[in-house]
């Protein structure tokens, strides 16, 4: 449908139109009656009749009048309108640059009448128009500078030439996220490799150290090098470990498939308090395992979550000193199977709370399980792989480690 101001134009057209054609019957009526006037004096002169009679006599006064008041009427109903159609042709010119993206024209000089008032309405248009396409090349501009952060103010009144600016916005977006992610991989890459360095330097340091000793015979007796070996044996144990959990960090992380099974949760749990009753009995501590009566089965690769449950028994026990429990709890929230493994010793620091899953972090004291800055944060990449999430709350009174992991339905 038309809007209200187009239908107000065209009816202003047509009705300029009309005046111009009712114009033109006046001074046509005029001319034909000079021109009646004019032939019956001029028919009476010997020297005009001879020419005017064949043509009166042959075709009629009444068609040679029609012919004359037609060509009359044309030739002032061109002339009244032609401001009309010049008006029109400038207005179809304008368009015609706009549409060619000639932003800048001018419709024609101002009139107070329907078709002045179209006129500045698309000066107006293309005044606007210019100015935020000056806005988006400008976004544009600094988009392709590097200056990722700049965003164009979105004006819903320019309708689609808004959604552009928001497109626009969009991309600068994505292109500083991608950006910053990159720049936070490298950072994180070089972490990592820092991270490594100096863990695998420090026991691998040691190691050499003694054995030197040992190589150039620097040793009292042998109870001493046997105390030496020892320490470079226990150092290469931690070295080992190190490794160990390095590659499985970078396995998890690495896209390797899983070897996914039904697996009930209290089973697996169940067997995993058994097999740490020798580290709980060393340790002067019990296990209590919280679970429901009915079977919570999960799909998954059991070796990579006993891996993970493993992890945070093993920190449970390290740091639950002074308490006689470590508590396994088991619970079903909707499709959600919550995993807590909990201890009663010192709490974490809160400002260690939020970093204790990155690899290689170490806060006033280490949450890791064995020290190599790698435990909790293989615990995360295997909760996330199976499409869950862990996280940790600690206080005064206990620290617990949940792990959220999708369940299947009850049959």
């Known amino acids: 449908m038309p809007s209200t101001s187009g239908s107000k134009w065209l009816h202003s057209v047509r009705w300029k139109f009309l005046a111009a054609a009712l114009a033109s019957a006046a001074p046509t009526a005029a001319v034909l009656y000079a021109f009646y006037l004019l032939s019956k004096y001029l028919i009476r002169h010997p020297f005009f009749a001879v020419p005017m009679a064949p043509i009166i006599n042959g075709f009629g006064s009444t068609p040679v009048l029609v012919v004359t008041g037609a060509a009359s009427f044309l030739f002032f109903y061109f002339l009244f309108s032609r401001g009309t159609i010049r008006r029109l042709e400038q207005l179809d010119a304008s368009l015609r640059d706009m549409e060619n993206g000639d932003l800048g024209t001018v419709a024609q000089r101002p009139a107070t009448d329907e078709l002045g008032q179209a006129a500045d309405s698309i000066d107006r248009l293309a005044k606007k128009l210019s100015d935020y396409m000056e806005r988006v090349t400008e976004g544009l501009q600094a988009v392709a500078s590097g200056r990722l952060e700049y965003r164009i103010e979105i004006d819903r009144s320019y309708g689609d030439f808004a959604r552009i600016a928001e497109s626009i916005n969009a991309m600068a977006e994505q292109l500083d996220r991608s950006i910053r992610d990159e720049r936070h991989a490298e950072k994180t890459k070089n972490d990592l490799v820092t991270g490594v360095s100096h863990d695998l330097r420090t026991p691998l340091t040691s190691i050499l150290g003694f054995l ?64 740490f009753v020798p580290s709980l009995d060393k340790a002067s501590m019990t296990c209590r395992l919280a679970a429901p009566d009915e079977p919570l089965v999960i799909e998954g690769d059991g070796n990579l979550l006993m891996r993970a449950f493993e992890n945070l028994m093993s920190n449970a026990i390290s740091h639950g000193e002074g308490s006689p429990y470590v508590d396994i709890e088991i619970e079903r929230r909707e499709d959600i199977a919550w995993i807590r493994v909990v201890n009663y010793g010192e709490p974490i620091p809160a400002m260690d709370l939020p970093f204790i899953f990155d690899r290689f972090y170490r806060g006033d004291r280490s949450r890791t399980s064995g020290g190599t800055g790698l435990g909790l944060a293989i615990v995360k990449s295997i909760a996330e792989v199976h499409g869950g999430s862990v996280r940790a709350r600690s206080d005064r009174s206990r620290t617990a480690f949940e792990i959220a992991l999708p369940a299947l339905r009850s049959s």
């Open 212 to 275: 030197e000793v040992i190589e150039q015979d620097r040793y009292k007796d042998e109870v001493e090098l046997r105390h030496y070996v020892n320490i470079a044996y226990e150092k290469a144990r931690t070295l080992k470990k190190l490794i160990d959990d390095l590659f499985e960090y970078t396995r998890i992380g690495g896209g390797m498939p899983l070897a996914r099974t039904e697996l009930d949760l209290t089973d697996l749990l169940r067997q995993l308090a058994e097999e």
